[in-house]
């Protein structure tokens, strides 16, 4: 380096407040070929004099030419600068990562998932629409709500679900009616002489051992039963989880004679069986998606109208919105009016038309591309008695371009199966069985799959319509299975099929506040209906 290039580096050094020490520093600095890491380096750590000892300490914190390119295994600087004196620590402050690093995707609002949009290949404007409602009860429920209705639901209950335990092979030997058993209980009362009953379960209690006690009746007579845990089984089990009224389950055991009434003791109890589920797929040519929303809850207070806002933008302009072609709505769009005692002070909008009407015109802000469907929930104004009916043809009025059906609604979209279900006999599940929470509505869903019912117990806190065919029963295992009504949110997977607990638009009420239940409101949750590739976007 010549005289003329040192005095500029030197004039550098100055201007930015470092003193050079000794010839050695000299020679050192003027073998570098760029000095401003040097600078920064130093004035990062308070560094003033540059002895040639302190200049090879701020070349180990800055990236130099080797280390930029070198490959990750290469040690690298753990610090960019000095210790503080002050501190007496000896770490310093890490300016800027050196040597090659992978950069994590930033952690999400709720911890959602991340996306990939490879996966939603298709813009929904490219494909007709296609939707196959299976099952709807709007116009067809033949109930008068008499005894006979009500006794002809449950046989019809019990003969389905009977069918799924025969035909699944869930039985190990042909059930007998529960007379018949009773009939013979003494040659059935050893462990030797084992007999399948399959009947309608009524909860007793857990007695203090930890045994659950029920009653299983089938269309001759019912017989009360003992379960006790087997060994190795989950918490899922119903010796430990419990069962819900009027559940069908198939028992095996015989039964106990002795001072006491005697009673059936369950060694093994049959639920229908759920292998796992073959997802069907909308073809290559229309994979475009459908988005799932409910419990908007309009008219109340706390429905958040600017996180509306942010979504409506988001359909506008994001080019995963592009490919929504299906925006499935599953109850309780506005929040009703006498729903409870002492609503109409949580209430914005008070006339229950004016809060339809309100809905209409926040859906009207979705982009052409997208069609509705609206399922009602327990706010709606329709019978509250499930499956419920499709809102009123004056309601639906206001509406352009919606399919108005009920709840629940057994619907294909492109081949693909979907149950939407409201929700409402989440209540019920979270007060029947030890696993299921408010806080884990999924638990409420696989409970359902499981034994094959959407909402089993009559006289709880779901109010059900007694149709001579029982259509609560899952019939068919969906692709995808949707619920809401309890605000929180979730996506995943239950032996094959995808699971929706949908979100909504309402904010923490004045009785979740008191519950402590703290809501996941503003999550929108798409799934792609040839891929099966799920993305949640979060608004609020
Ligand atoms: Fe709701
Ligand atoms: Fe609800």
């Not at 295994?73 to 960019?80: D, F, G, H």
């Not at 073959?278 to 475009?288: D, G, H, I, L, Q």
């Not at 002070?345 to 006339?351: C, N």
């Amino acid at each position: 380096m010549v005289d003329g290039e040192w005095a500029e580096r030197q004039r550098q050094l100055t201007a930015a407040g470092l003193l050079v020490l000794g010839k050695a520093a000299q020679e050192r600095i003027q073998r570098l070929s760029d000095i401003s890491s040097l600078i920064e380096a130093a004035q990062r750590s308070n560094v003033v004099m540059l002895s040639e000892r302190t200049v090879e300490e701020m070349l180990t914190l800055v990236p130099s030419d080797q280390t930029i390119d070198a490959p990750p295994s290469t040690p690298r600087s753990e610090q960019a600068t000095l210790p503080d004196p002050e501190s007496r620590s000896t770490i310093g402050r890490t300016l800027a990562p050196v040597g090659t690093q992978v950069l994590a995707p930033p952690v999400r609002r709720y911890g959602l998932d991340h996306y990939s949009l490879d996966d939603f290949p298709m813009q929904a404007k490219d494909v007709d629409a296609e939707i196959e409602i299976h099952f709807d009860i709007t116009g067809h429920s033949t109930t008068e709500g008499k005894m006979q209705d009500i006794r002809s639901c449950f046989s019809d209950r019990l003969r389905q679900i009977r069918q799924m335990l025969i035909a699944g092979r869930a039985l190990p030997r042909r059930p007998i009616s529960t007379s018949e058993a009773w009939r013979n209980r003494q040659r059935h009362s050893s462990r030797d002489y084992e007999v399948t009953l399959v009947g309608l379960v009524s909860v007793d209690k857990w007695s203090k051992g930890g045994y659950l006690w029920f009653d299983i009746e089938d269309d001759s007579m019912q017989v009360r039963c003992m379960l006790k845990e087997p060994t190795g089984v989950s918490s899922f089990h119903p010796s430990l989880d419990g069962l819900m009224n009027d559940d069908v389950v198939g028992v095996s055991g015989h039964f106990v004679i002795g001072n006491r009434d005697p009673y059936f003791s369950v060694s093994d109890i049959h639920m229908p069986p759920l292998g796992v589920h073959p997802k069907a797929a909308a073809s290559e040519a229309e994979a475009v998606s459908a988005a799932f929303l409910s419990d908007v809850h309009v008219g109340s207070k706390t429905f958040l109208a600017p996180q509306w806002e942010k979504m409506i933008e988001w359909f506008r302009t994001d080019p995963l919105a592009r490919t929504v072609k299906y925006f499935v709505l599953s109850g309780d769009g506005v929040d009703g009016v006498g729903i409870y005692p002492g609503q109409e002070r949580h209430l914005a909008i008070k006339d229950l038309f004016n809060q339809y009407g309100e809905l209409a015109r926040l859906l009207e802000g979705l982009p052409d591309w997208v069609d509705l469907m609206i399922l009602p929930g327990n706010h709606d104004a329709v019978r509250p008695a499930e499956p419920q009916p499709a809102l009123d043809p004056e309601v639906q009025q206001d509406y352009s371009d919606a399919v108005f059906v009920g709840n629940p609604c057994d619907f294909s979209l492109h081949g693909v199966r979907i149950l939407s279900y409201h929700g409402k006999s989440i209540d019920d599940f979270v007060a029947g069985l030890r696993s299921v929470t408010y806080s884990s509505p999924e638990l409420a869903m696989r409970a359902m799959m499981e034994r094959r019912h959407l909402a089993p117990s009559w006289g709880g806190k779901t109010p059900l319509s007694p149709e001579p065919e029982d259509r609560m029963v899952i019939s068919t295992v969906p692709d995808i299975f949707v619920t809401g009504h309890v605000h929180g949110h979730y996506v995943g997977n239950h032996k094959g099929t995808t699971m929706v607990h949908s979100s909504t638009w309402q904010d923490q009420t004045d009785y979740q506040r008191m519950l402590g239940f703290q809501p996941k409101p503003c999550i929108l949750t798409v799934v792609n209906l040839h891929t099966h590739a799920t993305a949640s976007i979060p608004f609020a």
